[in-house]
């Protein structure tokens, strides 16, 4: 019988997070921070936030710049955290004095790496519980910013951090007793604040952060890191510019979403998708066989993600617009027949409630051919 480890909080499930090479487009930010700690009258701001979408690296810099700030060689290394010394020891085994993260989660941490007896151990009806924690738990509730408040005012000697992920979890009343934290700086004491959706946080707590400068990437340095970073993984030949170019695109620009999606076990099926939704509305094809063919080849929440990607740039070329995908012709498709804007309207709610049908069990099977009946009306 498997079991869910104790009551942790969301450290890095990988700690190479903390020694990896700085990415490309944050070697300005990350040199003016670091000038600042080292230079004898300037500081590092009490609390710093790092926004915006996912896939563009905020969660890596920040974990590095904390492993740097609290290295003990640190000012004869500017670069990162030595990751020998005994801070950055404390940081791979996930205990270091100085770094309280919020928030607090439930969940089988070491699952994916660590411990792979224990892992393989988990039940499934573990893994939903756990599934299940770990969403509810994203939260950061009023007692966890309360938790942190003798970690804050102890005082005593070095640097201390805390780290808020998904600070927009935050409750309001939670937010309130944060704000009065960031409304009395303490020396030594330096909060980050991770969020994918800044737009959520409350405008108080966003003034009384200063932001870091992550979100802007050279067009030219993000094709470079994407075409490097897929030569050394994607095993096949040299990716086109021109494929990296779109890719880039299709992640809203940024990199490591990108990356992603070109790893990812779907997005080499989208002319298939077509092929598919053409044998289903033409009747050429039955739903069930559909099912049945794509259970072979991808999740369904894996099959949702494809056919989102699609819808989009379908509406798009049914808007007059060019398709974002130039790889696969989706004109062509849609010369003979456009959907209307009722029948997207209609797919994208059905793909909602499979998504939700799956978080309450549905069978996948059950959910698949279900999806491509659906589909057939597109
Ligand atoms: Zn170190």
């Given at each position: 019988m498997g079991k869910i480890t104790e009551m942790t909080s969301t450290v890095p499930l990988n700690d190479s997070i903390y020694f990896a090479p700085l990415l490309p487009w944050q070697s300005e930010v990350w040199s003016q921070l670091t000038k600042r700690v080292l230079m004898p009258q300037q500081s590092l701001p009490h609390a710093l936030l790092a926004a915006g979408?996912?896939?563009?690296?905020k969660r890596a810099f920040v974990w590095r710049l904390v492993a740097w700030l609290l290295c003990r060689e640190r000012d004869s290394n500017h670069l990162g955290a030595c990751g020998v010394c005994e801070s950055c020891q404390w940081l791979r085994s996930g205990t270091h004095p100085s770094l309280q993260v919020l928030p607090i989660v439930g969940m089988p941490i070491n699952a994916d790496n660590a411990n792979n007896k224990e892992a393989a151990n988990i039940t499934a009806k573990d893994k939903k519980t756990a599934k299940a924690a770990s969403n509810a738990a994203l939260k950061i509730k009023v007692d966890d910013i309360r938790a942190l408040q003798p970690f804050i005012y102890q005082g005593g000697q070095g640097m201390r951090i805390c780290v808020l992920d998904?600070?927009?979890?935050?409750?309001v009343a939670a937010a309130n007793a944060l704000l009065k934290t960031l409304e009395e700086p303490q020396a030594q004491v330096h909060l980050f604040l991770i969020s994918d959706t800044p737009a959520q946080l409350l405008p108080t707590i966003k003034s009384r952060v200063q932001q870091l400068?992550?979100?802007?990437?050279d067009p030219a340095v993000s094709v470079d890191y994407v075409t490097k970073a897929l030569g050394s993984t994607v095993n096949r030949e040299a990716v086109s510019t021109a494929a990296i170019e779109q890719l880039i695109q299709l992640a809203n620009g940024a990199p490591l979403a990108a990356v992603a999606l070109a790893q990812a076990p779907w997005y080499s099926k989208r002319a298939l998708w077509i092929t598919t939704w053409q044998a289903l509305r033409s009747g050429k094809r039955s739903s069930v066989a559909a099912s049945d063919y794509w259970q072979t080849q991808l999740s369904i929440s894996e099959f949702i993600q494809l056919s989102e990607l699609m819808l989009v740039d379908m509406r798009r070329v049914c808007l007059g617009l060019d398709a974002l995908?130039?790889?696969?012709?989706l004109s062509a498709s849609l010369n003979n027949y456009q959907p209307a804007e009722s029948n997207f309207e209609m797919f994208i709610n059905n793909l909602q409630q499979t998504k939700i049908a799956l978080q309450q069990n549905v069978q996948e099977k059950f959910a698949y051919d279900k999806l491509m009946q659906e589909l057939a009306y597109l």
């Open positions: 979408m996912q896939g563009m690296g998904y600070a927009e979890q935050m409750t400068a992550l979100q802007t990437i995908q130039k790889d696969v012709d």
